[in-house]
């Protein structure tokens, strides 16, 4: 029972770098999730995909991309580094469908920009 | 839109001391509330949910109350433990499209010996 993998679980990035957060569930859930914590902020969406190939907006997408080729994958790309972009990142993947019990969460990466 | 205030942590208490933490929403419908919960260097682990109005929501000894008329689902513990020390999350979901969560700040909880 692996649920939501994420790799790595800590990142120094210096600004200007890229990099790939990776997420892998094995629940065969449609829908994952990015979200970002800030300390003090909670939680926000940066994207999110209802399956492979669809792939959709959040609330702070600026800066990063992702991709969804399978229903198991769900990477963020950074691009270019900002010292803005220091965060903890939690990748999360939930099933659809009138009993929604909510997300099952990875156990996040750790990025530090310098 | 859809948002999620919580009252403002850190909140520390004594063991056995009774627990609350306020959780008041602004949703258009009838979403779906949930709290979780967050341990030192780990993901947000579900810790009870309620789909419903009146529906109350219950584990580990923590509860909570869907209260459509107050717009609130605040959680309770009759008797907290060292091993709750953690930070704590209110969320919702309108279960519309992709069922997106909006989450509160997050409450820090300490409970000292």
């Known amino acids: 029972n692996a649920g939501v993998t994420q790799t790595p679980k800590f990142r120094i990035l210096k600004i200007g770098q890229s990099m790939t957060l990776q997420c892998t569930q094995d629940m065969n859930h449609n829908y994952m999730y990015w979200y970002r914590q800030d300390p003090g902020m909670g939680l926000k969406l940066i994207y999110y995909s209802v399956g492979a190939g669809i792939t959709d907006k959040g609330e702070v997408p600026n800066g990063y991309n992702v991709s969804r080729s399978t229903t198991e994958d769900f990477p963020l790309r950074l691009e270019l580094a900002a010292p803005s972009q220091t965060s903890v990142y939690f990748c999360?993947?939930?099933?659809?469908?009138?009993?929604?019990?909510?997300?099952?969460f990875g156990s996040g990466t750790r990025l530090t920009v310098v | 839109g859809n948002s999620v205030t919580q009252m403002e942590g850190p909140v520390t208490l004594s063991e056995e001391a009774f627990l609350t933490i306020n959780c008041t929403y602004t949703a258009t419908g009838y979403p779906s509330l949930f709290w979780y919960v967050q341990y030192p260097g780990e993901g947000l682990q579900l810790l009870l949910k309620a789909t419903k109005a009146d529906d109350k929501g219950s584990n580990k000894g923590f509860e909570a109350t869907y209260r459509k008329e107050t717009t609130s689902f605040h959680l309770e513990k009759g008797s907290v433990q060292v091993s709750d020390s953690a930070v704590y999350f209110c969320?919702?979901?309108?279960?519309?499209?992709?069922?997106?969560?909006?989450f509160g700040q997050g409450t820090r909880l300490t409970i000292n010996p």
């Open positions: 969320a919702l979901s309108d279960l519309q499209g992709a069922q997106k969560l909006v």
């Open positions: 999360a993947s939930s099933y659809p469908g009138t009993e929604f019990s909510g997300y099952t």
